[in-house]
């Protein structure tokens, strides 16, 4: 059927299939999108595996391997920046490098993130849910011990 | 036995410097009622717990765990009326902030809330669009582009369905005033959507909302509940429906475009312009996409009138706009002032000066994309002509303050790291272009790059304004070029000695 190849792919899609919500949920549920099932999404939505792997690898909040028990997010926004917030990154990838040997290694993964609006009480990380601001340096082992 | 009714923010920030901490202690004694707010906004002074006296409210501020013993008996504190971060403010989009709890209807109503809906829906569409023309009322988002048009060429389309959408991808560094509005003020947001969808006749409403803002989407998720179960989103005979969307990190979906790819559930990639959104947007229908503040500031434009709005501000800037103060300043916080203060003036006399111990080195404004100025160029206007003339931005009011400890080429990295991030790839101006001015200062920051490079740079630049499909590309430049304009000797000290 050459008409359907040459079909934009927008006006293929029903409203109803709409692959970035489906990873969301998928994603909300599992913690992550395994590569494994792409083709059983794209069927089910009836779009290619490519278009659900173009979404997939678009957004930068999907993934596609299990994150640690908590997600650890600096904020790296200008705000975030002028008071300093590399060197807070610096003293969390520290602190998770010294407890890494241990055997609950896999207990943080440390991502940055461009600005989650606590920009007045900056600097902020978000530890899953929970954002802390007016983070010091110093203040980051007592920070993460709490969630260990 | 007498209650102490006693007044705490809810806000994600509020939160941050410690509410939560104090809710708690606050949950024992049986003589405390604790109602848990939206902010005022005078971020520097939380977490700050308020009371009722015979004169309005009376604030404990930066108060910790010890201090509650003065709160619970009422010893000390300062009049709300004293603090002068709040009363030289014009408070019309976040005049109820810091007073009422954000869910609760009833409080909205009795403050006027709905009035503007009211109004909208005695008079005809046309009469709506003539109202916000006579507002002047431009959108708030960043592209400052006047409402009333959008709404027209929205109006006039013929289509079997048409869409409002709010902007809730409040993606620009430094500013957290849509999320203060969603956490605190949602029905104000709803009742901006409502007037939209009745002036365009639009029968569905998304809130598209990045997935940094978890609180947000819940209060606005519960508000539209509560508005549905008040039968408050019947318009025009039929149930209008909102929904929230979540995004997913990507910084170019605040681009209305981009959004709407988003929205229809593939990658963020701009779409070239024309066709415009009000004509062909979502799904190819007609559609509305505004920012989180312009809708919020709908409802007091139709309550008290065009006119009135238009009375406020400078020329070419009317009404209030809302500033989000950041960075190495001592009052950090949320200032909605009528357009016109310059920038010293706000930073001024609401920032308060600079933190302890540090000196003014830059201030940027409008986010990410926004240029900088250095201290010797602070006297210029708020509002969206002069900034234009400066090729600055306004974006959307964020305001970010460096102190004399940052290293502007590694600010100016981290800026165009930044974009070639974020980047659509949609166009190669912005997708090339980012990763080979990020290179460039990279090499700068590395000590191998010759005077050359600096002109690349520029010439780069130059590429990505006149030539980028969207503002990301097109906007991009500016901070770098503005850091390589004021701190040239910073640049040129890092260049490698021609032997």
């Given at each position: 059927m050459p008409h359907e190849l040459i079909k934009p792919s927008r006006l293929a899609?029903?409203?109803?299939?709409?692959i970035l919500r489906t990873l969301i949920a998928i994603q909300a549920s599992d913690g992550y999108v395994p590569l494994e099932t792409l083709p059983d999404i794209a069927a089910r939505l009836g779009v290619t595996e490519a278009d659900v792997a173009g979404v997939l690898t678009y957004?930068?909040?999907?993934?596609?391997t299990p994150p640690g028990r908590h997600v650890v997010r600096v904020c790296m926004g200008e705000s975030c920046m002028a008071n300093h917030c590399p060197a807070v990154l610096h003293a969390i990838e520290a602190y998770v490098r010294l407890k890494s040997?241990?055997?609950?290694?896999?207990?943080f993964t440390i991502e940055k993130v461009?600005?989650?609006?606590?920009c007045a009480v900056s600097p902020t990380v978000v530890v899953d849910q929970d954002v802390h601001g007016r983070v010091q340096p110093l203040e980051v082992p007592a920070l993460l011990e709490r969630y260990r | 036995m007498t209650i102490a009714r006693l007044y705490l923010s809810n806000d994600t920030s509020s939160k941050a410097a410690g509410a939560d901490r104090l809710a708690k202690l606050l949950e024992?004694?049986?003589d405390v009622q604790l109602v848990r707010t939206s902010s005022r906004?005078?971020?520097?002074?939380?977490p700050m717990i308020e009371r009722d006296a015979p004169s309005g409210r009376v604030a404990w501020t930066n108060?910790?765990?010890?201090d509650l013993e003065h709160v619970l008996a009422g010893q000390g504190g300062v009049s709300i009326d004293s603090i002068p971060y709040l009363t030289r403010q014009t408070r019309?989009?976040?005049?109820n902030f810091g007073i009422t709890?954000?869910?609760a209807l009833d409080e909205y109503q009795s403050r006027g809330g709905f009035k503007g809906l009211e109004a909208a829906l005695a008079m005809a569409p046309e009469a709506i669009i003539q109202e916000l023309k006579v507002s002047r009322l431009r959108g708030?988002?960043?592209?400052?582009?006047?409402?009333w048009s959008k709404w027209e060429a929205a109006r006039q389309t013929d289509a079997d369905q048409k869409y409002v959408v709010v902007?809730?991808?409040?993606?620009?560094?430094?500013?957290y005033c849509d999320r203060m509005v969603m956490e605190g003020d949602p029905f104000r947001l709803i009742e901006g959507i409502l007037i939209c969808a009745h002036a365009i006749g639009a029968a569905k409403g998304y809130i598209y909302c990045r997935q940094e803002y978890p609180a947000a989407a819940r209060v606005m998720r519960a508000a539209i509940q509560k508005a549905d179960e008040a039968e408050l989103l019947e318009l025009d005979g039929r149930t209008f429906s909102i929904e929230v969307v979540l995004g997913?990190?990507?910084?170019?979906?605040?681009?209305e475009t981009a959004l709407l790819e988003s929205l229809e559930g593939r990658r963020g990639i701009v779409r070239a312009k024309p066709p415009y959104p009000a004509v062909s947007?979502?799904?190819?229908r007609p559609t509305i996409v505004s920012n989180v503040l312009t809708f919020a500031t709908l409802p007091s434009v139709l309550a008290r009138g065009g006119a009135w709005y238009a009375s406020l501000g400078t020329e070419g800037s009317r009404g209030t706009i809302a500033l989000q103060i950041g960075g190495r300043v001592k009052q950090p916080g949320l200032v909605e002032v009528p357009?016109?203060?310059t920038l010293r003036q706000v930073l001024e006399e609401?920032?308060?000066?600079?933190?302890?111990?540090a000196k003014c080195k830059a201030v940027q404004v409008g986010g990410p994309l926004g240029s900088l100025f250095p201290e010797?160029?602070?006297?210029?206007?708020?509002c969206y002509d002069a900034f234009a003339n400066a090729g600055a931005i306004l974006g959307h009011g964020g305001i970010v303050v460096y102190d004399d400890s940052t290293d502007m080429v590694d600010l100016a990295r981290h800026f165009m790291a930044f974009t070639s991030d974020e980047s659509?790839?949609?166009?190669?101006p912005c997708r090339i272009g980012s990763v080979r001015s990020r290179e460039l200062l990279e090499l700068i920051q590395r000590g191998g790059a010759q005077a050359s490079d600096l002109a690349l740079l520029a010439d780069l630049g130059d590429t990505m304004k006149a030539?980028?499909?969207?503002?990301l590309g097109g906007r991009a430049p500016y901070p770098v070029m503005t850091a390589m304009e004021h701190f040239a000797k910073e640049f040129s000290s890092k260049l490698m000695r021609q032997s």
């Open positions: 899609l029903p409203p109803e299939a709409n957004y930068p909040d999907l993934r596609t040997g241990e055997k609950d290694g896999n207990t461009y600005c989650v609006g606590n | 024992e004694p049986t906004g005078a971020f520097y002074l939380e108060i910790t765990e010890a019309v989009t976040f005049a709890e954000p869910l708030r988002g960043g592209a400052a582009f006047p409402v902007n809730a991808d409040e993606g620009d560094a430094g500013t997913a990190g990507s910084y170019v979906c605040g681009e947007g979502l799904y190819q357009f016109g203060m609401f920032g308060g000066g600079m933190a302890e111990g010797s160029k602070l006297d210029i206007p708020i659509c790839g949609k166009c190669t030539t980028s499909l969207c503002a």
